[in-house]
DNA sequence: CCTTGACCTGAAACGCGTCCCACAGCTTAC
DNA sequence: GTAAGCTGTGGGACGCGTTTCAGGTCAAGG
């Protein structure tokens, strides 16, 4: 491998001088530029980008942790971080977690070994003020409300967009609303704010039997829909177009009058059911991550949720 | 930022017995070991994971170029790359391309600077033979049959699968057969497998008003089914489980009687209309793309699709 | 008693750019 | 005329580990 010394040596000028020419900078003469190009690819010299990153110190390389590497939700997130990065110049390393907060840890002590300039986990299991801690490390950002903990985050602001949706469900006249959750309430901020507009709009906690919880994917709309129908749902706000479109599915395949249905994350699922759904705008959530995570902005951001509202035909 | 020096010279030790009880070797004495990790400790010292990039002369970082980042078909092969990157110690760099070749040639670019260890095209719109001489570079993998052209590759072998598939629809007697094909079979092999397979079982070419070109999601099922109902198809072949769903759901929003149905990559939508499908091991694809770039492996590495056959009731 | 070799430790080169500082030559300004 | 300032170049320290090689100690084998 051909180094700067070599092309120093090679062309009678100096190291410093090559690397002005490898810059781009001035004080260069044109003569000494061209000559010096000439001997770099005479000797096919690129220089070493390991090498750069230590002498200037950054890697330009920004870590994103994610629990699942190919769940639609993560994906989105990872769009969004992907080409915002790719705007300002930085790389993106995936590290997969599998939700194993040994890894998150592993990951942390590498932004600390300056591995990267900058960690966004998508989701995380350490205790976020864990997490928060290790900001001494360099910079690290949650996609998720960090609640009272300061750390830099990136997530959607779901309360007015839950209200809106409760709002029209009510408007509308349903009365035995089925609610499909993520996670746990107490465990998922997701979870517990669809939960807490229910409460606050209908005015009365989520009835049991139509609260369905752990739906991530199709199938366990369609696993759900047996639940509502026994239990005579009238209505089913999913956490995800596709899951509604599994409870949707599994109405039609037993020839089961439809419930009214709405979903969230506005895929292309929902538009083609008519039905209506939220957008939370996962893209614009990782593009914020991005501005966290190399310094470009600092703080919380909130990216307002969207309720899309559609009419039922079906 | 202290490094390995200050260790040495708080430690009393030299920079060599530092590097030794940093690397866990042997040659170091307990008590001089024990010593030297508590001056680590107390003065917070971790290695530069860039300066041992440099010195050690890798990045163990694999660079993926992907067309599409959220793309199922794309997420699903980074998922094997990166699970199987996790296992060997690598991380994947994500590189978005957009299908430019412009970017493409950057990132050989940058692997010829060592940014990476070994470079994963998941896609190329650079011509093969550009690719193949970049080699020279370091370690580039194609994820397509690359003919006649010796470069590292990694693809799904779609030949024997489609064969079985249309000789499963001929011999269920189906008549009209629609093909709905990725791209341009003259452009994608994939879609010349599906027509070439189509011919030889079928022993004539697809009809032009049967066949449609450049399906990507459920959205263009939903179209082209316009497209075959209006031509009398009694079956439909898509290049997409949830594709063939679109197709479907285009029948049954507008009540007509339902063609037969098939798929390719065994998502859940087909298990759930119970159509058949072919499964083409993207993620075994992704595994052995890794083991070609990190060199775990050479050559060409074909991986078997599986047709899977289903009853069709719907 | 001498050789062989495992065990410890250190000096210094190496991987490769970047950047600060110094200095020479030449021009513009007052 | 001379100080001030810009241009063009070079020297060398710096960022930070890894690794080779040399040298010394000490115990086992012959």
Redesign the interface.
């Known amino acids: 491998m051909t180094n700067i010394r070599d092309i120093a040596r090679e062309s009678g000028y100096s190291v410093s001088t090559v690397s002005r020419v490898l810059n781009h900078r001035k004080y260069v003469s044109p003569a000494v530029r061209d000559h010096i190009e000439q001997v770099m690819q005479q000797l096919n010299y ?6 750069r ?2 002498s200037s110190g950054h ?1 330009k ?1 920004i870590g994103v942790a994610l629990a699942m ?2 769940h ?1 939700y993560y ?2 997130l ?2 969004g971080i ?2 915002a990065a ?1 705007e300002e110049g930085y ?6 977690t599998d939700y194993d907060a040994k890894l998150e840890r592993r990951y942390l ?2 932004l ?4 990267f300039d900058g960690l966004i986990f998508t989701s995380h299991s350490m205790p976020i003020s864990e997490i928060a801690a290790a900001q001494a490390f360099g910079p690290v950002v949650v996609c998720q409300d960090p609640g009272s903990v300061t750390i830099p985050a990136a997530f959607t602001d779901r309360q007015a967009s839950y209200h809106e949706a409760f709002a029209w469900i009510r408007q509308a006249g349903y009365q035995r609303v089925g609610l499909m959750l993520p996670r746990d309430p107490n465990v998922s901020a997701t979870a517990s704010a669809m939960v807490q507009a229910y409460t606050s709009v209908i005015g009365a906690a989520p009835a049991a039997e139509l609260t369905w919880i752990g739906s991530m ?3 366990d709309g ?1 696993k759900a829909g047996a639940l509502f129908a026994a239990n005579g749902a009238d209505f089913v706000f999913a956490n995800g177009d596709d899951i509604a479109l599994g409870v949707h ?1 599994y109405y039609q395949q037993n020839n089961l009058p439809l419930p009214g249905l709405m979903g969230q994350e506005n895929q ?2 929902s538009a ?1 059911l008519g039905i209506s759904t939220i957008d939370h705008h996962f893209q614009a959530v990782g593009r914020a991550a991005l501005a966290l995570a190399t310094g470009a902005k600092t703080g919380q951001i909130k990216i307002a949720s969207d309720f899309i509202a559609r009419p039922y035909y079906c």
Do not use: I
Request: no cysteine.
């Open positions: 690129v220089p070493n980008a390991v090498a990153d230590l890697t390389k590497v190919a639609p994906t989105t990872v769009k992907t080409k790719f790389q993106v390393t995936l590290l997969p002590e590498q600390r070994q300056h591995a994917a199709y199938a369609l599915d292309v699922s083609l």
